[in-house]
């Protein structure tokens, strides 16, 4: 309920500004006995963290977590785990490079968050954008590498699959590219595309949009909540929720908006592993509940708002001016957000999982096993 | 939290089955002293009501809804208004035609909520998709007609803007037309080419799918709450959870991703009546919160699941089979979304003009007026 | 969150009013496969039911139970099950004896929530209480009826054990008379103590407060989660949101103020069973968790407010007034809250046992036996 | 929801293990531009603080506050206020005195929470307590601080009312005794008795328990919600939840049951100042909805269970053991709560504050002032 929260059971409280001395996360509700420790949650903060090419913001944060609580070893504990209680983790601030705000501290940058912010609150923390900037996802990556502990089996990976006008080209699609490509391109063929489009986008001091896709397999059926805590839904709402995501899809998304019934409803066949789906529109859920194959959602991100060109606004006071917004800033914010989407992936389907055991025990009933009813 | 509930403070929790005897919701937290009558709910669950055209399910369904508590009326009320207390509301399902299940109670139908009803919960109501059913969406157009009434000032309608391959042309956009065809549609020159899509995949047993848009107008500036309850999340969240939802988009939404900086944050100027956007691509949210201009959403319908062709499944037991999906259905259900995607949004809406009042006593700070800080 | 609403994932919603056309409640997230038909609930119903002896109401309700949604039965269930949907039950106000409202439809009687709901909402319904009328608990004892069903091995009974000055002698408790009196009372020796002083109170017109034990036997160790979602802080608040509850203790409650530390702290021995407790000051739950013991509480009711005497009161103009509150009232309402108070520690602990498999996937761990961890 | 947190709209998650390195909360939903410093919130936590007397744990603790988010300053501000984004607050604990925990490591201290976490989670920081330490309150009074802030005319005081078997005589009661003396004690004649209770109990290595009182004056009509959120409910829980407290009454409580309908209800007139009430029994709440008058509740804390009596108990091998319970510990927990008590009563008044402007924009609706109708 509360604003800066998500998760139902698996419950992530963030806190904490671009520019005030830390920011992290609460993380309420994990299982016990969970081996965890700071250097795991690093990881995936690693991936997330700024100062690391020369198309992200060159804001140099080591981004090192630590845990304040819910963690406990002595000789008896399989190293150390969680305890059941809040896990806290906190990010400490050390690049907040001084300097002038003057200029916009009464100015409301085009396509930032300023201008709503001070509508409805009547003050704000402008510096470095305040609660509204992308430094609040670190904390939701660190929350992030708390549910992966717990999602047994789940895999989760994204890749960027668009960068301004250039989509890749998904015969092309190979997981194992991403990793080999500072884009998180799954297409070979795309990289050189998109480097020469970001430089071009750097040097003018514009910026891009982008498109993130994510996968998690190994979901089980049965996870989903119908009708307002369908699966989907939770992962719509908690990708939107992310800095600049302007689109959820899941599946085939917008584009069966154009298909036959033919083309949409996936069909099935026992296979000799159990249920077995044809083809993916549906992209693993179906009325808001697993079904076992894998879970694939898309998220659209708007080019960053801070460009160098000249920009119409106005200003607290009510005045037309004319900014240019300076400053570090990542040309591609979908590039930095591959971890965030991620990890947003991952506490959703912790918080479905828990749920699910909550209702039924946890397991799933599949065909031909009768007996399970 | 519950699974069947949505809203924070505006709170509509719906039940009921496709074949039960009824359904309904509860709609709890609404402000009390406002005018209500079971007529005006009447209003907007007939504009969603089944068996009013060919393209739409022939079931026969008058969706009468009566109001069982939360109102009062005497000498002294401005008519009946609402009391604070829970309105609970609920329509008689007639039409539950009776007839032989045996073929499909053991059947998972492609595309539909069965086998993941089934994988879940072990048991389900096959009649007529139990709660998976479409019905359940008449709930949800009660309870955004008792949001409607506490937005004061605020209009939200939904047009369809793509049907099949078919999209509209925005430049001919035109709200008053969406009253004058059978399709929402606001090109007048798409109704023609819809129609003879519509029949064509009627006449083949086929389905398509649709694209809807909603704008809600009137919206001050400062609802939405950052982090997690953005309003953009929010709603994502909300429409994402219609049946058939594939995606959800805010403002230029996926098209975003192929924006220039330059093209995507919306400019600002004073205007006689304050502060005034350039242009909308941000779709009336920054930051998760409202900016005063029109907040505007879209979302991706897949084709109705049920179609007359032979498809391949399976059964409970494990048997593959091939099956043909038989009984009344909508060729489009997209066609039939409209009033749930404004109905939603009135409920977020609705949710967030409370939540906006709770933190900070309602309004909006304006530029120009420092006094109000 | 929502006012009308209470548990987390056993989630129970109530709507109605005394004098409107129904009350009733939707459980949310039960587990599927629980058998429940309607009349499992009303037996529970009929234990509630007013005008059943001289001692409560005279209003004659049936309190006929319907099971809306969330049931099915075929010939593959175990008769009639819930489906893991909500259940919708409802109740309809037969017995809204018509009569002239216009003495009280503006005043205030005197200990009742006539004030306060006008003060919050400016409007009331005042015909009965309204929302306010112990009417609601039908509700309450609805739900009840189905949490009961999901907690296999525990049994939920309770007692009065105290009427206006009378208390019952403990050493004299036994749980089996509490059904052979029509006053819950488990000390025989006192049943013509309380008829004797209640036919007094009846006959002067005046009302006696009382107090409710309840007792949950079969609970197992571990249910109730710290901090906040202690099992005494939501037994706490479930009980004390019975009308007329003025207290809430649990296990030795106020009197352990008075104790030493040596007559607080339960040892401990290892029984043939497992772990035993010597004593049961901390009725059963420690640090917010249950501990095998049995889980004990104690509710204050005041008197009912209804009282023939006049008093001084004023009303919606702002007149002072003495009035009278005629009417059917029961003299004691600690008396009709043994069904309710039961009901919600049944919900209560449904919603804990659902909380803590959801978080350890349920089960205990058990000293001695060190594999399970 | 989340176990850690409580509240719904001024909302509170709590962190930190008795031993680890530190323990805080996040609160979140607090209005903006409210002034908060660190120093203010601790002068509240000053009050908490161990280590300032003979009768409490000579753990030395600064409790020193630190403020990482949610608060702002420029020379536009009023001093540094909140921003509406949540306010993290952190204490470091620094004197968690390296010791052996090898006796208690594997053993059930009587009274004490280590069995039931045991028994739930498998795993547990027993240091100190761990997550079940009371210094786990020091993060729910820096919460209160904040609440405090926005109760504007709202005062919130306690008072220790009895401790052991001596309680105070309610005619002497006068609020400015409570700072004269390190008991809260509001009788005068009471503070040698208790000063010879404690020395006596101190010195025997036993504890004693409490009862505390607290009153929240200038609360005004309309806050609580009903049904499942009454203002009542909602303190009882709070108050439940509070380390070692065993009942919760409001109004006359549990002396209520011995009362007759006349001594319950308390009457009313119009006074110069508005509608007044002629006692209070009702503990200034009616319906769960408060009336004006002041909020009057009581809070029973069990005696401290850590005593130095050998006692019986068991280990996590299942083995009989008979253990003494050493280390700095308070002999009357109930004194250290008072700060404790008035801190969880502000948290829940500012929620229904805010949840009461949610739903009807504020204020409260006068008897004689129809026109605010």
Redesign the interface.
């Given at each position: 309920?509360?604003?800066?929260?998500?998760?139902?059971?698996f419950?992530v409280?963030?806190?904490?500004?671009s520019h005030?001395?830390?920011?992290?996360c609460?993380v309420?509700?994990?299982?016990?006995?969970i081996r965890l420790t700071a250097e795991e949650v690093q990881v995936w903060l690693d991936k997330r963290r700024p100062g690391q090419g020369k198309f992200v913001t060159q804001r140099q944060e080591p981004d090192a977590v630590?845990i304040?609580?819910?963690v406990?070893a002595?000789d008896?504990?399989d190293g150390q785990?969680t305890?059941?209680?809040?896990?806290?983790m906190?990010i400490e601030n050390v690049d907040q490079r001084s300097r002038d705000y003057s200029e916009i501290?009464q100015a409301?940058r085009?396509?930032?968050?300023d201008?709503?912010?001070?509508?409805?609150?009547?003050?704000?923390?402008y510096r470095g954008g305040?609660?509204?900037s992308a430094r609040?996802t670190a904390a939701r990556v660190a929350a992030g590498a708390v549910a992966r502990k717990i999602l047994d089996g789940v895999t989760i990976r994204g890749a960027v699959v668009?960068?301004?006008?250039h989509a890749i080209d998904r015969s092309r699609f190979d997981w194992d590219q991403t990793t080999e490509n500072p884009f998180w391109c799954p297409d070979p063929a795309m990289v050189s595309v998109w480097e020469e489009h970001l430089e071009m986008?750097r040097k003018s001091g514009?910026?891009?949009?982008?498109?993130v896709e994510v996968e998690a397999t190994g979901v089980p059926?049965?996870?989903?909540?119908?009708?307002?805590?369908?699966l989907?839904?939770?992962?719509?709402?908690?990708?939107?929720?992310i800095n600049a995501?302007?689109?959820?899809?899941?599946?085939?998304?917008?584009?069966?908006?154009?298909?036959?019934?033919?083309?949409?409803?996936?069909?099935?066949?026992?296979g000799n592993d159990g249920?077995m789906f044809?083809s993916n529109?549906?992209?693993g859920?179906?009325?808001?509940?697993?079904?076992?194959q894998s879970v694939v959602a898309r998220v659209?991100?708007?080019?960053?708002?801070?460009?160098l060109?000249l920009?119409?606004?106005?200003?607290?006071?009510?005045?037309?001016i004319d900014l240019r917004t300076k400053g570090r800033h990542d040309p591609c914010v979908?590039l930095r957000a591959v971890p965030v989407v991620e990890a947003m992936t991952a506490c959703v389907l912790a918080d479905a999982f828990?749920?699910?055991?909550?209702?039924?025990?946890?397991g799933?009933?599949?065909?031909?096993?009768?007996a399970?009813?």
């Open positions: 309920m509360s604003h800066n929260s998500f998760g139902h059971l419950r409280t963030t806190w904490g500004e005030g001395p830390a920011l992290g609460v309420d509700g994990c299982p016990p006995n630590k304040l609580s819910g406990f002595d008896r504990t785990v305890t059941g209680t809040p896990i806290s906190m501290a409301f085009p396509g930032h968050a201008y709503a912010y001070f509508a409805k609150y009547g003050v704000r923390d305040g609660r509204a609040e668009q960068i301004g006008p986008v514009s910026s891009t949009g982008a498109i059926a049965g996870w989903g909540a119908p009708i307002y805590g369908k989907d839904a939770e992962l719509a709402g908690a990708l939107m929720s995501a302007k689109g959820v899809e899941v599946g085939a998304g917008f584009a069966s908006a154009a298909f036959s019934g033919e083309e949409n409803a996936d069909e099935m066949r026992m249920p044809l529109s549906a992209g859920i179906l009325g808001g509940i697993s079904t076992g659209a991100f708007k080019p960053t708002s801070s460009i060109s920009r119409q606004s106005i200003n607290e006071a009510g005045d037309d979908g828990l749920r699910h055991r909550a209702q039924t025990g946890g799933a009933h599949l065909p031909g096993k009768v399970d009813r």
